[in-house]
């Protein structure tokens, strides 16, 4: 076996941190974990929310790729890092308005220039949020009466409480943002204006369209697109379901929607967040309509259980609200009587995928149909790019979205694309990192300046102490609400109490501290070898290694004895008993940090 060195280069540092890694907007998820975990609380929150005006949403729902990052996983189960963002953020300014991230900063100074963007999602906000802090001015156009995008109209406030998203797209018009609700671009305003008007335009408008099911009875009354039934509800709208209702689709948008109906039951329409005057038409209408509930609920899902990309967190937490998750099904007819759904036809699927592993699905001759009244179709989103005239020169992608370039430009010029209409159904971290990306962009096509991100030295700290037994803590585990009280709105995650908090904050790795070998003091005693409790430190010989001549930092090395000390990065749990151990002081716990800043010259 053969031995590849490496120096704390930005890839040793990537690799070694891979929650902050895996963010696509590099939160310092370690580093907030950690600094709940010895009560920093407002260093926690800071290191949260510096790159993510979203933090507090995010700390609900989102997807958390660090989590499947994180070398906890390896061991036993990942830190919570997502309820632990949720935990630093609500022991801050939550409802007081108060923000300690912007406490100290000067209002920018203005540039005279204009940007339009069009959708108040995440992309949109978050790029509106960069661009005031640059000091442009920034209009929003959004056509529903609410900001927030999928936010507000497709996550169920069970999941997403409107106090939160109000909270922080309040945060960011304070900057000097101005919001244009319940104007749609291509109807109330032409993209062509936009251009004059202003000297940049982001589009920003998402997937707020749900995929349409070619199948026969489809066009039947009951029969429900699940994006629509969502944005519907979400927005104070009475949904006629009847009493069996029957939701296809195996994704989130599919668990969301059949979550949504079982509590339609008891939905009331009285919501309270800011924008309520505007909803009053939609609540007027609301009362109109027929009041009715959902006392069954299946979902229908073509994968099975492991194949579904649901969370499996949200398809346990539907079961136990008394959802029927049939898997294996796919749909194959809506049977009706007088032009209204009586039932949907499923058969047996075989094989989702093909041998190539492409969307595929095989079906066998079984079939039965399921009595319903109702019929919720979830199975895809897509764009709605009614407002291209085809005069404007922006193409669109054979998938259905905005053809961008690298900086997120369309193929018209000044005119800027990003999130999920850009890229396909995505996460909203992603939006964010978008928006981010979107702002820095236009300021660079505005400035004529050029981008670059620049990386600070690799900051070293010592003296390094790791907590004993923190090994043996497990995952903490949300507390939720008990089935029988998940009513209407009531949000069905707690979050950590104070206790669960800092346990959890304590069971991180610490992957941004190492063991840094100086090889001039080793004397190969063999004694960090001995006592690693992980078995990942080996003595070698040279000729094991493979040459990078710069190994002294990693590995302790001796020509004379023609052997060297190797570590396996991803087995130490930094315990720091090796540093310990060690009679020559050669091995030293030292924090690596970079810090990423990008200038514009
Ligand atoms: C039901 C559902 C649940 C989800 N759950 C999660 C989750 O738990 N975690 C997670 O990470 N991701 C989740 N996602 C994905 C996430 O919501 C999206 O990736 C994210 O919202 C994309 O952000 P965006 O800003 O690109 O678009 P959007 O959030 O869709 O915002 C686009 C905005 O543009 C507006 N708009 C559209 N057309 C026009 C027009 N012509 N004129 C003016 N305004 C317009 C829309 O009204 C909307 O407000 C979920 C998605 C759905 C549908």
Known sequence: MRYRVTVPDQEYFDRNIPCRTACPIHTECGRYVQAIGISRDEEAYLLARAPNPFAYTLGRICAHPCEDACRRGKIDEPIAICALKRWATERHNLGTGHDPARKNLPPPAKRGKRIAIVGAGVCGLTCAHDLALLGYSVEVYESAPVPGGMLYLGIPNFRLPREIIMMEVTQILDLGVTLHTRVTLGRDIALSELRTKFDAVLLATGLNKGRELNIPGAHLAGVYNGIDFLINVNLGYEIELGKRVVVVGGGNVAVDVARAAVRLVQESSDWEGGGAESLQPALDAARMALRSGAEQVSLVSLESREQMPAWKGEVHEAEHEGIDVDNGWGPKEIVGSNGAATGLKVRRCVAVFDENGRFNPAFSDEEKVIPCDSVVLAIGQQ??????????????????????????????????????????????????????????????????????????????????????????????????????????????????????????????????????????????????????????????????????????????????AASAIVKDEEKCIRCALCAQRCPTAAITMESLEQQEREVFE
């Open 383 to 560: 764009a709605d790019l009614s407002f291209l005239s085809g005069e404007e020169g922006i193409e669109v992608t054979p998938r259905g979205i905005l053809k961008i370039d690298e900086d997120l430009m369309t193929t018209a010029p000044g005119v800027f694309a990003g999130g999920d209409v850009a890229f396909g159904p995505r996460i909203l971290v992603e939006a964010v990192a978008n928006g981010h990306r979107a702002a820095r962009s236009i300021h660079v096509y505005l400035t004529g300046k050029t981008r670059k991100t620049v990386l600070s030295r690799f900051r070293i700290f010592n003296n390094w102490e790791m907590p004993r037994g923190f090994l043996s803590t497990p995952r903490q585990t949300m507390p939720v609400l008990p089935a029988n009280r998940r009513i209407g709105i009531a949000e069905v995650e707690l979050g950590f109490d104070e206790a669960q908090g800092r346990a959890e904050g304590l069971r991180c790795l610490k992957c941004q501290v190492n063991t840094i070998f100086d090889g001039s003091k080793c004397i190969l005693c063999n004694g960090c070898v001995d006592i690693c409790p992980e078995h990942c430190l080996r003595l070698v010989g040279l000729a094991q290694i493979q040459g990078d001549e710069r190994f002294d930092l990693l590995v302790a090395k001796s020509p004379a």
